[in-house]
């Protein structure tokens, strides 16, 4: 792609759509989607029935990434505000608006379909009372939501004091950790949550500032180590879940509320981020590997929005051809994957094709030339 400035870290891109791509092939494949005695339809990981499984939830348990990436991207694009002189409302309103426009227009066609099935004749249930599980991806929304209102404050503060500020945010992860885990204060484990993702999103901004895909090998293998000792030391010795996802039969879990174990694993995450940056960078060259990565950032939200429908749309028409639902993780089960690849994959494409015009214009409407054009 001749146009793209030589100054981007085609890296970044690359780690959001990686992001997005984990996401969702986790769900599609990789839940064990089955409907419990009420006809719910419910959704959990085999991760349990996996021996060693926890193991990968290190490096596919992949939201940490889309907070870096989202830290990352939002300095670069603060940076460009100060430089144009532009108001910090005008960053947060175009920042806000490529989140809340294709969301808007997925709850209003969900909610539409939600009334017309609520007028027909017969009983109704409303989504989040057949399949709550579907609306669990949607959180990402509105915390990063919140990490774009704060942007103006969290960058100055990174600015002025980037190594103080993300130390800071580990004591009072540690602090909040203490009076939530040891202590039994609930409302600290909900202040803790909060803390950990301003912490992935704080460290996206010193990926951005300190460049450590560019670093020495030393370096690189110095974050990454330091990030794999707190995962350790936090999931063996502190009693923390090993597993970085909800598993069948755990009383915790690491990512809701949002706990320590996610702050470690960001920094482990980054770590392996820098650690193959050259050999991605000049990967990323080759068009033929850089095109689709563009393509995939044009239509993120969209993917992220619409993913879970492709999903809904695909399980209806399974069971609509007589097929059950498992609700274990057997070697049918197992046996089974290839099909919801594909399947969904094809409703999804549909999908885009006709949501993604809306993302398009949103970002064509926020964007300012750059001067001289």
Known sequence: MRATPETRDRVVDAARVLSIVVV??????????????????????PIDAVPGGWLATWVLQIMPVFFLVGGYANLAGWQRTQANMDPAGRFV??????????????AGVWLAGELIAAALPGPHRWMWQWFPGYLTPLWFLGVYGLLIVAVPVT??????????????????????????????LEWADWVTLALVWLFCHQLGYAW????PGRRPLV?????????????????????????????VGDTESNIFPTNAAIAALAVFQLG??????????????????????????????????????????????YE????????????????????????????????VAVFAPVEFKVRRRGRRPAAGE
Do not use: C
């Open 219 to 247: 370096q690189r293998l110095a974050v990454t180590g330091a990030g794999l000792l707190a995962l350790i030391v936090l999931t063996v010795f502190a009693g923390y879940p090993r597993s970085m996802v909800g598993t």
């Open 208 to 211: 951005r500032t300190w460049n």
């Open 155 to 184: 960058a100055a503060l990174h600015a002025r004091h980037a190594v103080g500020t993300l130390a800071a945010l580990v004591v009072l992860i540690a602090v909040g950790s203490v009076l939530g885990r040891g202590v039994g």
């Open 320 to 351: 609509g051809l007589g097929h059950t639902l498992l609700a274990e993780p057997t070697a049918q089960w197992w046996e089974q994957r290839w099909f919801w690849l594909p399947a969904p994959l094809a409703v999804l494409v549909a999908l």
């Open 93 to 106: 309103t175009d920042r806000l608006r490529r989140l809340s426009v294709p969301t808007a227009v997925w």
């Open 272 to 317: 392996l981020l820098a650690l193959i940056t050259p050999a991605a960078a000049r990967l990323l060259r080759h068009p033929r590997v850089w095109k689709p990565v563009v393509a995939l950032n044009l239509v993120a939200i969209t993917v992220f929005l619409w993913h879970m429908t492709a999903y809904v749309v695909t399980v209806w028409i």
């Open 24 to 45: 969702t092939l986790w769900h599609w494949t990789l839940s064990v989607t089955y409907r419990n005695a009420d006809g719910v339809l419910v959704m959990s990981n």
